[in-house]
């Protein structure tokens, strides 16, 4: 059996009159996250996990920030087209690994939605969807709550 493993990260910067969406779940915050498209921090590291994996490089090749057609753009959806590639090239998720960096909000009561909705999106089981949170300690630009950073890591199998 083959495997291969990619890791990702995104860090994007929080600012007033933005939404605040990770892993595809709308979160009450006073601030969001600035980007092209909708600033999923967490969906972006893990799509580029996915892509990392296949050495398939990364999301600003296949969605670049300076294309209008990604504007605002779901990251859900962009999500469903990165997992199609895998799927189309003859792998499949075994499973995903990851961490979300933020001071605040709490993000505890949403983990179970954020892994759900993955899951979902990638047509696998929310066991293989590991999401988890963590503060940075006050330190370094997510401390400062400048904004929000993931990690993520995907492990992929060659589909039989």
Known sequence: MSLRIGNGYDIHR?????PLILGGVS????????GHSDADVLTHAIMDALLGA????????????????????NSLMLLTQVN???????WHIVNIDS???????KLKPHIAAMT???AEVLGIAPDQVGVKATTNEKLGPTGREEG?????????????
């Open 27 to 34: 979160i009450e915050h006073e601030l969001g996250l600035l």
């Open 14 to 18: 929080l600012v007033t009159g933005r």
């Open 54 to 73: 296949l050495s398939l490089g990364d999301i600003g090749l296949y969605f670049p920030p300076s294309d209008p057609q990604w504007a605002g753009a």
């Open 148 to 160: 929000i950073a993931a990690y993520a890591v995907a492990l992929l199998a060659q589909s039989a």
């Open 116 to 118: 759900d909705k993955l």
């Open 99 to 105: 961490v979300v960096v933020a001071e605040r909000p």
């Open 84 to 90: 199609q590639m895998v799927r189309d090239r003859g």
